[in-house]
């Protein structure tokens, strides 16, 4: 085999696959929790989860207001960041994760077709993510 | 003239449910299971997301649905392999040495233990700085 054959694309899924995983590790189950289940359980009022609380969130006033007037600009960025971190990371930590299932249980025979719709459904997701979380102001 | 030989492949017989046998083998099929749940995840908040885009009226509609018995059962099952997969990586990034003490890899106890510290910590630092505290 020539020495140009060397496979750079399997390495670069694999990276993304563990920055995914670390992000996923550290920073999902808590917005599970703020996001899906603290209201339910009563821990946060109804009041940071409407619409206009939501919004709130989005736009990062919190933030804003607890990093004062010379950080404040960052408290904007920091929720889509996180938002567009924890969908894009999780997409393509688990797709990576899925398609290895998926070849376990016989699919493996089908690797020219389910990389590109897994990884195409991993990038699809990061970029609607990028563009719903900044077309927040 | 040559013997034609047959090929005949032993192929060895696996249940569906091989992974039953060993609890290992069954928290290795969980640790899996888990990246799907991550993905339906993702793609509840780019709904969620959608959602809010759309207004008020539209974002109150997906609300009413958000806190459902039923959504929030669900939640609750994806928050159960959310937390399985964060313990089960630490545990991994345990065998992955990125330094060694006096010639040696960390002991697995120290790192999982750091990991776990920084996952609180960061945890309620978010809690604090992106949702205000509770």
């Given at each position: 085999m020539a020495a140009a054959e060397v496979d750079r694309v399997t390495p670069m899924f694999w990276g993304l696959f563990s920055a995914g995983g670390f992000?996923?590790?550290?920073?999902?189950p808590v917005f599970i929790f703020m996001n899906s289940l603290a209201y339910g359980l009563h821990v946060v009022p109804?009041?940071?989860?409407?619409?206009g609380g939501a919004l709130r969130w989005i736009r990062g006033d919190p933030a804003t207001a607890l990093l004062g007037n010379t950080l404040g600009w960052l408290g904007g960025w920091l929720p889509k960041l996180f938002l567009v971190l924890i969908i894009g990371g999780g997409l393509f930590h688990g797709l990576h994760r899925f398609k290895y299932v998926l070849y376990d249980v016989g699919l493996h025979?089908?690797?020219?077709v389910l990389d590109p719709i897994l990884y195409g459904i991993a990038a699809a997701g990061?970029?609607?993510?990028?563009?719903?979380?900044?077309s927040f102001p | 003239m040559a013997v034609e030989t047959v090929r005949k492949p032993y192929v060895r017989q696996r249940s569906a449910w091989w992974w039953t046998k060993n609890p290992r083998y069954v928290l290795f099929q969980f640790r899996e299971l888990s990246s799907v749940f991550v993905v339906l995840y993702a793609f509840l908040v780019l709904w969620q997301l959608w959602a809010l885009r759309g207004g008020s009226d539209a974002y109150y509609a997906f609300l009413v649905m958000w806190y459902s018995r039923p959504m929030m059962?669900?939640?609750?099952?994806?928050?159960?392999f959310a937390i399985l997969h964060s313990v089960t990586w630490f545990a991994l990034t345990a065998k992955v040495p990125?330094?060694?003490?006096?010639?040696?890899?960390?002991p697995a106890a120290l790192v999982?233990?750091?990991?776990l510290a920084i996952w609180v910590a960061l945890s309620l630092l978010i809690v604090k700085l992106l949702y205000g505290g509770f």
């Open positions: 992000v996923v590790a550290f920073l999902l109804w009041e940071k989860v409407e619409y025979r089908a690797k020219k990061t970029v609607a993510a990028v563009v719903l979380a900044f | 059962a669900l939640n609750a099952v994806i928050l159960a990125l330094f060694r003490i006096k010639g040696r890899p960390p999982i233990g750091a990991n």
